[in-house]
């Protein structure tokens, strides 16, 4: 008895330990499930954050047309394309802009130049009736677009303060300008010495390259070219009072941007006026773009 007793104890303790075992290691293939589980549930909450930022709409163009001439087809579907275009461009940029600038860059940057874009566009579409027709009015009004789904702003949000982290308004804590940070160490003081450092926005002259201008067009004109200098001064005002926001692209993106495409358009109305009763101007959309001179 003495001797048998330690055999049916050595049994009984290696098959209470071969149960501890299995269960230990059911407990690890579970808990290994549910690592994955969890892991992949984050993934998917990523990859829904990164591929939300909307998508935006605009206006349909086409079918607000009159009829069109056939003189006038190949010019009116090639803008209708042109269209298109912007829109899949502005598409393409709002999804690789996810969580840069401030709360407004994506009117400012995207909606803000395509709406000037589909403006000029619109306005060749409706020049081009014009030659021959009767040129359809108010088209202008299906220029603006918007974004539809609101998650742009799910970056800004939704990812437990990263987007502010890359410079964002959002940051009160993290002196939230972006260009704060090339100023190593000299905080908001060195804001100050840059306010006076923002340079002037300055554009080619439009006046002195129109040719000869009709009695009948002088008024519109002249409208138009006091217009692009109403243009130029709020692009400098816009510019004194932003110093500092957004990341470096932003004058260009916020202001340069959206400014040459304003100028497109009213450089389109001077040429198109002149054209009503004299020869047409070309190429003065090369007068359009505008540069930062510090």
Same mark, same amino acid.
């Given at each position: ?9 050595k049994?009984?303790v ?13 407990a ?6 549910l ?11 990523a ?15 086409a ?10 087809k190949?010019?009116v579907?090639?803008?209708?394309a042109l ?23 994506v ?10 874009k ?5 306005n060749?579409?409706a ?14 009004a ?5 974004l ?10 939704g990812? #437990?303060?990263?987007?502010?982290? /890359?410079? !964002? $308004? @959002? %940051?009160? *804590? &993290?002196? +939230?300008?972006? =260009? #704060?940070?090339?100023?190593?160490? /000299?905080? !908001? $003081? @060195? %804001?100050? *010495? &840059?306010? +006076?450092?923002? =340079? ?10 129109l040719p ?6 002088k008024?519109?004109v002249?409208?138009n ?26 004058v ?8 040459k495409?304003?100028?497109?358009s ?11 009763k ?17």
């Amino acid at each position: 008895m003495s001797r048998a007793l330690p055999k049916y104890n050595k049994r009984r303790v290696a098959i209470i330990g071969g149960a501890v075992a299995v269960a230990l290691t059911g407990a690890v293939v579970v808990n290994t499930a549910l690592a994955g589980e969890s892991e992949g549930g984050g993934a998917t909450n990523a990859q829904t954050l990164a591929a939300g930022p909307g998508t935006i709409t605009c206006p349909d163009v086409a079918s607000k047309l009159p009829a069109v001439p056939a003189s006038a087809k190949a010019e009116v579907d090639r803008n209708l394309a042109l269209l298109q275009t912007q829109i899949s461009e502005a598409n393409t940029r709002l999804q690789n802009t996810v969580g840069q600038g401030g709360p407004n860059f994506v009117q400012n940057a995207i909606l803000g130049p395509l709406k000037d874009k589909r403006v000029s566009t619109v306005n060749r579409i409706a020049t081009a009736i014009g030659r021959t027709a009767a040129k359809p009015a108010g088209l202008d009004a299906l220029a603006p677009c918007a974004l539809d789904g609101g998650g742009a702003a799910a970056p800004a949000t939704g990812n #437990n303060g990263n987007a502010g982290n /890359n410079g !964002n $308004a @959002g %940051n009160n *804590g &993290n002196n +939230g300008n972006a =260009g #704060n940070q090339g100023n190593k160490g /000299n905080n !908001n $003081a @060195g %804001n100050a *010495g &840059n306010a +006076g450092a923002v =340079g002037t926005i300055t554009c080619p002259d439009v006046a002195s390259q129109l040719p000869a201008v009709p009695a009948t067009a002088k008024a519109e004109v002249d409208r138009n070219l006091a217009l692009l200098q109403t243009q130029i001064n709020e692009a400098n005002t816009r510019l004194k009072n932003t110093v500092g926001q957004g990341g470096p692209n932003f004058v260009q993106n916020a202001i340069l941007g959206p400014l040459k495409g304003k100028r497109e358009s009213t450089i389109d109305r001077i040429a198109i006026s002149i054209g009503r009763k004299g020869t047409k101007p070309q190429g003065l959309n090369v007068l359009a773009a505008c540069t930062l001179n510090k």
